[in-house]
């Protein structure tokens, strides 16, 4: 099956998902050694599973993953939701797939050895390919909006953590949530959660301090996918959210990241108007 249609229809897979951690094995061994060198780029996923999308959003989730299972690139998919019902933050599913072989070293190979090494790794994208499709099913398959509490600041903080001891010398965020805290530090919802309350981004900045909440992105770029949805939006694409709301919680996420280490580069309020780069 070919990359891009794998990665184009990954929610209409039936495939069951184990937990796959690091689970690309290496082309490298003892005949052609790696020489340690980083990966160049890591692609974090982070996926809260209070934050119901509609197939568009999905598919935007997707096509962004896509030009990350690359050679010399890596990746992790995670979901996370509230720490008191079970979702906990937990990676689905990582891999990291093998840098070529440098030019110059290819002559000092033997030819059986670095054929195999070539196949190994033309392989690796469409296994990287079948374990995201694998884990973003899993993910969207345990989401639901009936859910009571979101701690998606102390989840954000605990996934600061991993993508801090990344060794990649590019490190890469997309968080898809409504980014709308709901627990026992503070609540971002009105209306009994028919709504988006109008925060306080100073106010809301001290709860942070005053609970020990901000992470370490370690210089991260960050980007985010249904910044303000509400599980009405599925159903009804043109629900009304204010601007100075959602200007609001933009004010607040950005102050918010950049205290933690992180360069927030788009908060998509649904969906991003770049593609991640």
Not at 100 to 114: F, G, S
Not at 201 to 214: A, F, I, R, S, T
Not at 246 to 253: H, V
């Amino acid at each position: 099956m070919k990359l891009g249609v794998f990665i184009a229809s990954f929610f209409l897979s039936s495939m069951v998902l184990a937990s796959q951690v690091d689970a690309i094995h290496t082309c490298y061994d003892k005949s052609i050694q790696s020489g340690g060198v980083p990966i160049d780029t890591e692609l974090f996923v982070a996926i809260d599973q209070t934050t119901v999308l509609d197939t568009r959003l999905k598919q935007l989730v997707a096509d962004n993953i896509k030009p990350f299972l690359q050679p010399n690139m890596g990746f992790a998919i995670l979901t996370f939701s509230a720490y008191t019902q079970g979702h906990y933050t937990e990676v689905l599913a990582s891999g990291k797939l093998d840098a070529p072989v440098d030019q110059a070293k290819r002559n000092d190979i033997p030819k059986l050895a670095l054929a195999k090494f070539d196949q190994c790794i033309t392989r690796q994208p469409q296994q990287a390919a079948q374990l995201v499709g694998s884990a973003l099913r899993s993910a969207y398959d345990g989401t639901t909006s009936e859910i009571a509490k979101s701690d998606v600041l102390a989840s954000i903080k605990s996934i600061s953590t991993l993508v801090q001891n990344s060794k990649a010398q590019n490190k890469i965020v997309l968080i898809v949530s409504d980014m709308l805290e709901n627990s026992s530090i503070s609540s971002f919802y009105a209306d009994h959660g028919l709504s988006v309350r109008k925060i306080d981004p100073v106010k809301e900045m001290k709860l942070v301090d005053d609970n020990q909440l901000l992470g370490d992105f370690g210089g991260a770029r960050l980007y985010v996918i249904g910044a303000g949805i509400l599980p009405d939006d599925v159903k009804r694409s043109n629900s009304y959210r204010d601007p100075k709301t959602m200007q609001a919680l933009a004010t607040f996420w950005k102050t918010y990241l950049e205290k933690s280490k992180a360069h927030l580069v788009e908060f998509g309020q649904p969906a991003l108007l770049n593609p991640i780069h």
